[in-house]
């Protein structure tokens, strides 16, 4: 089942910039007799077990997909006729790219304009606006915004450091000292905000450590790391942290940019330590 999550985000009064990142196209939308610009961003939930939080690790057997494309692929709710376009443009998009259903939502400010849902989330199940579905990698954002908020409230500063004895995360060692790469005490909050703490997504035999437990049952040939860490349980985040201080950086802490799934499980910890909760709201 592909699963496919729209988003949509109005600029009002202003161009969309040319340059404007993840963006995958503009449509002029007609909602409550206005015309505006709306920007839609397209998210494709096949990689939704990338987040590296608990959840997707331990049920990521859950997650399944079919290449079967619902033939209704038409809004499931109440329809309006300023709507009519929105959703003809939305069911024609899914139907091109062969995705078996969507959600969607416009807001304006704190507003909530129009929800809808599109084709199937399963065979038998129709896509609604309270269908729960895997947001992958969008967690970024709202691990960033977490982040940005507790500098805002002096919690944190972006160049406080991440690990060692003087680190927020300082409870995380190594199983020998000897076997840290000592740049380690050089990562900060901010290296982790901005993917360029020194880890690299493409070592050959690791790759992406938030994804190993899944590379594994795909028979992909990396390192196990439960194996290696001799645990008696599935591999939780903290244990890829544990795991991963006993490798080396690919890069010094601050000098390149690489996307990076684990660091931003990092930050999460940051978050959990700081603000003692594990589930955070940003207000």
């Known amino acids: 089942m592909h699963q496919l999550w729209i988003f949509l985000r109005e600029f009002v009064g202003r161009p969309l910039p040319r340059n404007f990142p993840f963006s995958h196209g503009t449509m002029e939308v007609r909602v409550q007799g206005h015309i505006e610009l709306v920007f839609f961003l397209v998210l494709i939930t096949m990689m939704s077990l990338v987040g590296g939080d608990d959840g997707a690790m331990k049920n990521k057997a859950r997650t399944t997909f079919t290449s079967k494309q619902s033939p209704d692929l038409g809004p499931n709710g109440r329809t ?7 959703d003809n443009k939305i069911s ?3 139907r091109d ?3 078996t259903g969507a959600t969607i939502g416009i807001a304006r400010r704190d507003e909530v304009l129009y929800t809808q849902g599109y084709g ?3 065979d038998d199940i129709q896509m609604t606006p309270t269908n729960l579905l895997p947001i992958s990698s969008l967690s970024k954002t709202i691990t960033a915004v977490a982040i940005l908020k507790l500098v805002e409230n002096g919690d944190l500063k972006l160049t406080d450091p991440v690990f060692g004895p ?3 995360l300082s409870s995380f060692k190594p199983p ?3 076997d840290m790469d000592p740049r380690l005490l050089n990562i900060m909050v901010g290296h982790l905000l901005h993917h360029t703490a020194g880890w690299s997504q493409t070592r050959p035999q690791l ?3 938030m994804m ?4 594994l049952s795909r028979g992909h040939n990396v390192t196990d790391i439960a194996t290696e860490m001799n645990l008696g349980h599935d591999l939780s985040p903290n244990d890829v942290i544990t795991y991963m201080m006993r490798q080396p950086l690919d890069h010094p802490p601050g000098m390149k940019y690489e996307y990076s799934n684990f660091g931003y499980s990092v930050l999460g910890r940051v978050i959990e330590h700081i603000s003692g909760k594990r589930d955070i709201k940003a207000t």
Do not use: C, M, Q, R
Not at 80 to 86: A, H, K, M, P, R
Not at 212 to 215: A, D, I, L, R
């Open 120 to 122: 199937h989330l399963d």
């Open 92 to 94: 024609a998009f899914l």
């Open 97 to 99: 790219k062969h995705y």
């Open 207 to 209: 790759h992406d450590p």
């Open 212 to 215: 190993n437990s899944v590379y």
């Open 176 to 178: 020998k000292k000897k």
């Open 80 to 86: 309006f006729s300023e709507t009519d376009g929105l």
């Open 166 to 168: 003087d680190g927020i």
